[in-house]
């Protein structure tokens, strides 16, 4: 089944404006986790939230997760132009071995000053 | 801040050739993993690696694909003969693997450009 599909697929905001993505998945997890990537580069890791938090925050990202409807969601706050990358959401899915993650499509964020 | 790092960052090599990619994963981390990326489609597992043996390994991994932890700090993944298919960008990652699942973070490198001629 798949996991982790985002949603938009595509975002262009303006500099010091909110991005907000979302992230569904269909299986029970132990925790979702949040990656940036650069185009062409590796995948940065954002943040973990584990299936029995609910809310969570770092800096400027804040991540929600809602294990009733398997959902998620990431908030950057006042985005720069150096927050335009592409965001994946990745479960680790109860069900799977430890560390195999499946990840969405992803958003890609662009940021215009 | 310790990171995983890959080599090289691109290789191109020609159908049916091998191809070997290099990671050195954090240090104190027990769990590997080896994930790809073609381009434009989702990131996608390949291997997980602990104890020196493979924990799980996906479809995509078939005969032609092998891992090893030759020393004790380097991951390699090899493609016996390489297709045009096998063009992807190539994830190494890690874990310590000695907290609970649930606050357990995956770390990837900068990944390996692959391409097949």
């Known amino acids: 089944s798949q996991q982790g599909e985002e949603d938009p697929q595509a975002l262009s905001i303006q500099e010091g404006e909110n991005a907000t993505m979302n992230c569904s998945y269909k299986?029970?997890?132990?925790?979702l986790q949040w990656y940036r990537q650069n185009s062409g580069r590796g995948l940065v890791h954002l943040i973990l939230?584990?299936?029995?938090?609910r809310e969570k925050h770092s800096g400027r990202l804040r991540v929600t997760l809602d294990t009733s409807k398997k959902s998620s969601s990431l908030l950057i706050t006042a985005s720069r132009a150096a927050d335009t990358a592409s965001y994946f959401c990745?479960?680790?899915?109860?069900?799977?071995?430890?560390?195999?993650?499946?990840f969405g499509a992803g958003t890609q964020v662009v940021v215009t000053p | 801040e310790p990171e995983v790092t890959q080599t090289p960052s691109h290789q191109v090599t020609q159908m049916g050739q091998e191809v070997i990619l290099r990671c050195v994963p954090i240090?104190?981390?027990?769990?590997f993993y080896w994930y790809r990326q073609i381009l434009g489609q989702k990131v996608e597992f390949l291997v997980s690696?602990?104890?020196?043996?493979?924990?799980?390994k996906s479809e995509i991994f078939d005969d032609q694909f092998s891992v090893e932890r030759p020393d004790g700090s380097n991951f390699t993944l090899k493609i016996r003969s390489t297709k045009l298919e096998d063009s992807a960008m190539y994830f190494c990652?890690?874990?310590?693997?000695?907290?609970?699942?649930?606050?357990?973070?995956?770390?990837f490198g900068e990944g390996s450009w692959l391409t097949v001629v």
């Open positions: 990745a479960t680790d899915a109860e069900t799977d071995s430890w560390g195999k993650l499946q």
């Open positions: 299986t029970s997890i132990n925790n």
């Open positions: 939230i584990r299936s029995n938090e």
């Open positions: 240090s104190n981390h027990l769990y």
């Open positions: 690696f602990y104890n020196n043996e493979i924990s799980e």
């Open positions: 990652a890690s874990n310590r693997g000695t907290v609970s699942r649930s606050g357990n973070t995956i770390y």
